[in-house]
């Protein structure tokens, strides 16, 4: 039954967020399809621990590769040479071989491509997160807010591999592009896991964990953009301006955006870590509640400075827009 319960926490979230994405991609694949790409995610999963493993093992033999990973060096080695590399590979295979099989008989749409690119994504995040529940190395908060994260770090493969297969004639330049976008995915993939790993350093490395959720939810925004290119969408503008003073301003913004939103959603985070082992009775304790208040308050304090700044510049973009029409 313990397990079990872990399966669902591990497949429950990914297969919720990858529904989000169906009900909004207009003449979606059958939702069979999808779940058993949602499997092959999964089994792709396994091929790249079991992948990681080998690595490790051989590196044991030539390196003391257990000292190298005690600096910080060396996890920005891992991740950049091994872990990445070997994830992100897995996941573009699990891809590539059933749209392979499927492309002989029909004509794969753009968003269906990028769709599949999601539901494999989502199932190796299924899959890895069992294994973090399962071995009690991370929280089922922790696993349920990284949800999308796979989803994000395969979205540029995924929309280059779409305008390839979707194009009524292919060039070399597009295979070139989807080599070009997977590269783009293991440099983020390591460098959100090197953010991440960041904390169990002392300073000032340990600092680097403020720049994770800004750089998340950069990633959500570039998945969201390139489902509307996808879709023929117009693209939502943010650096509107005429002038170059005017956009580096405006980019300024933007910067301001990612730190105060993201951080925002970190400062949430590590107060849910905080009250989630007391006992709820203890959460009204006068001096436990009124902390509660204060990090709630603070946080969706910058949180809604965000959002603010965000709605100011896309007013500016909707009237440059309606000018220019």
């Known amino acids: ?11 429950i979230p990914p297969l919720l967020f990858l529904w989000f994405y169906y009900r909004r991609t207009p003449a979606a694949p059958p939702w069979l399809n999808l779940w058993v790409l949602f499997i092959i995610g999964a089994i792709s999963g396994f091929a790249a621990l079991g992948l990681e493993w080998a690595m490790e093992n051989v590196a044991n033999r030539v390196l003391d590769w257990q000292q190298i990973q005690r600096h ?20 573009l295979v699990a891809v590539i071989l059933p749209i392979s099989y499927l492309q002989r008989q029909y004509h794969l749409r753009a968003t269906t491509v990028f769709l599949f690119t999601i539901a ?10 069992w294994i973090y529940l399962y071995h009690g190395t991370s929280s ?25 297969i979707s194009a009524s004639k292919r060039f070399n330049r597009h295979r070139h592009l989807i080599f070009i976008a997977w590269l783009n995915s293991v440099f ?3 460098l959100v896991n090197i953010l991440s790993i960041s904390v169990r350093f002392s300073r000032p490395t340990n600092l680097l964990i403020y720049c994770l959720f ?3 939810l950069w990633m959500f925004w570039r998945l969201e953009q390139l489902l509307r290119k996808l879709q023929k969408k117009h693209p939502l503008e943010l650096i509107s301006g005429r002038t170059s003073s005017v956009r580096t301003w405006q980019r ?18 590590i107060l849910s870590r905080k009250i989630s082992p007391l006992r709820w009775e203890l959460w009204f304790d006068p001096k436990i509640f009124w902390f509660i208040v204060q990090e709630l308050l603070f946080n969706f304090g910058l949180g809604l400075l965000a959002w603010l700044i965000y709605r100011y510049l896309r007013s500016l973009a909707g009237r440059r827009y309606l000018f220019n029409r």
């Open 1 to 11: 039954m313990a397990n079990l319960y872990l399966v669902l926490w591990a497949v």
């Open 72 to 91: 910080f060096s060396g996890v920005v080695f891992r991740q950049i040479l091994a872990i990445a590399p070997i994830e992100e590979g897995c996941k």
């Open 120 to 129: 494999v994504a989502l199932g190796f995040t299924a899959e890895e997160t």
């Open 140 to 164: 089922i908060l922790d696993r349920s807010i990284g949800t999308p994260v796979h989803a994000m770090f395969s979205a540029p493969w995924g929309y280059a591999l779409a305008i390839y």
């Open 188 to 190: 983020f993939h390591a």
């Open 214 to 216: 800004p750089v998340l």
């Open 252 to 269: 300024c913004l933007v910067l301001s955006i990612l730190s105060l939103g993201g951080n925002s959603l970190f400062g949430l985070l």
